[in-house]
């Protein structure tokens, strides 16, 4: 397919009715890509970034055959070189981390032919005839191809998720099922240099995939009929093509990343919040709990805006998407995915026993958890309660990481711990303190109790992804010990000062990049008595295993404390239970 003109994505763009471009000095194409920003987010943004004009600007081009599972396109991405010479363009396909789906071709430079090495496998290297001097640019162009993976088995139920792809990988991030295609990751984009001038650290296979300098995109993505496009940004119109396919255009500003996903047969349901459109998109079958997902998104931004101030977008969507690996859902700037599997489970709490061996077993134990109440009923309950935990986790992560920047491989508890935390606070500002108390026992302090039950070790939890056991000790340390220092750090400073400091932290990396302990220095200077204190406490909970001490060694019955209609589990009961559960962990 050739390149067309460097002016095609915007030409086409202007074609949309009711779309032009503001009459100043800034570049049209970036124009376009401010109108994702609300409009008194566009100041902030230029303050912590500089000339918006300035930031990567990447054009995309996409063509979609989700019948031969078949994505080709074309990439120019213009660089503004500003701190030191540029000698060489890095450009990161994180799919091609777990194998090579995603091919590059045809490579210029500024219009010329152009090498292509691979220094690793989900990065690239194009070098320069030349360094490039800070204040000048460069442009590169390829054509790109990718074959999208069949999605894991099993993928759209709970017990299913969690047993594909062996607990880890992309989650199913770049895959396709018959009415639904994951593209993350299709787009190149370039990473982030550390001081020596290379790459940060790619995808390990345990936790998040990538994250990139805040950047401008134009895209134009072409989809059979019946099939539409979600991805980050402000939507630019759909045109019927000539063959009968329909070209989606967006543009999206300032953002750190840029997912493409493809689906047919999905409904959705919007909703609006201070200003920004909340769009949930589902499976048709799931509609009414993709309803009442978007009432919880549209609840925890209405909190966490009051408290953290606004979301910089215009546009906020929700996309059901058939994750696995375990995980629940995952965040790009604008836009976060749900795991269908919670879908289900929250319609039909039954579902989530599918697949499961030693299911007889475990229907025992519901029963004689349930007492005289319905276990199903009872679990039902606790997947609805997880499946509005999960949205609001996400929706904090539209902070942390993706408006207050931090490096996800190498320091992944600096955010997930944050998002973690916060989406507790959202149940204790929404249900109570009761409810709020009752989900860190069952969400928090259960992730670490179970993995030691299966036989996994405590250990510092600020390490890189690539320094964990398996994903049961990351999720345990990460998303269960290490939230809980937040939790210790509230204790000590009181409410006041620890909701100033998090505003505060929010505010001072607004659009940047923030480092291991710069919340803890917010706290300081929020209450400057408990300086010292504040940093042992994190250097104890994060650098430190004491996981055993501060949240108690494993005990089925301090686990659950009781059964699922609230009264104290027997004997007989906890020893099934702490027979029956390594094992299921296990399989």
Known sequence: MPFPSRRWPLLALLLVPGIAPAGDSVPPEVQFSLQHLKSEERARAAQALGPLEDLPRYQVQLEVDPKARLVKGRLRVEL??????????????????????????DVKVNGQP????????????????????????????????????KAAPGSTSLLGSL???????????????DNFMSLVGVVPLVPPLDASGNPWAGPSGVGDLALYEPSN???????????????????????????????????????RDFPVFASRGYESATATVNGVTVESHFSARDAEVGKRVLKYASDALSELERRLGPLPFKYFRIVEAPLSGGAGGMEFPGLITVGTSLYRG???????LEGLQGMEQMSQLLQAMGGDA???????????????????????????????????INMPVVDESLAQYTALLYMEWKHGRAVAEKMRLETLVSA????????????????????????????????????????ASRKLVGDEAFFKALRAYVDAYRFRWTCGDCFTRELAKASPSHSGAL????????????????????????????????QELDPETLKLMEELLPGLLKE
């Open 114 to 149: 152009a090498k292509l090495q691979r220094p690793e496998d989900s990065v690239y290297r194009v070098p320069l005839d030349s360094p490039v001097a800070p204040g000048g640019s460069v442009v590169v162009e390829l054509a790109l191809e990718a074959r999208v993976p």
């Open 448 to 487: 670490y109790h179970l993995m030691r039950l299966s036989g996994g070790k405590d250990g510092p939890a600020d390490r890189p992804t690539t320094g964990f056991d398996d994903s049961m000790q990351y999720a345990a340390l990460v998303y269960g010990k290490a939230p809980l220092l937040h939790h």
């Open 535 to 566: 940093e042992r406490l994190r250097v104890r909970w994060w650098k430190e295993a004491y996981g055993d001490e501060d949240l108690g060694k494993p005990n089925m019955g301090a686990m659950l404390g009781a059964g699922l209609n609230g």
């Open 374 to 408: 319905a276990p199903l009923a009872q679990l039902g309950k606790t997947l609805e309660r997880t499946l509005e935990f999960t949205v609001a986790h996400e929706v904090a992560h539209q902070y942390f990481a993706g408006l207050v920047g931090s490096d996800p």
């Open 217 to 255: 995109v134009l895209a134009n993505v072409i989809v059979p009929s019946g099939w539409k496009v979600h991805t980050t940004g402000v939507p630019l119109g759909e045109v019927p093509q000539k063959d009968g396919r329909i070209r989606f255009s967006f543009a999206a500003g300032a953002v």
């Open 346 to 352: 929250a319609a039909n709490p039954n579902s989530a």
């Open 80 to 105: 503004f070189v500003r701190n030191r010479p540029l000698e060489a363009v890095h450009l990161r396909v994180t799919p091609n981390a777990f194998a090579s789906p995603v091919g590059l071709s």
């Open 163 to 177: 047993g594909s792809s062996g607990g880890g990988g992309d989650y199913g991030a770049f895959a396709a099922m």
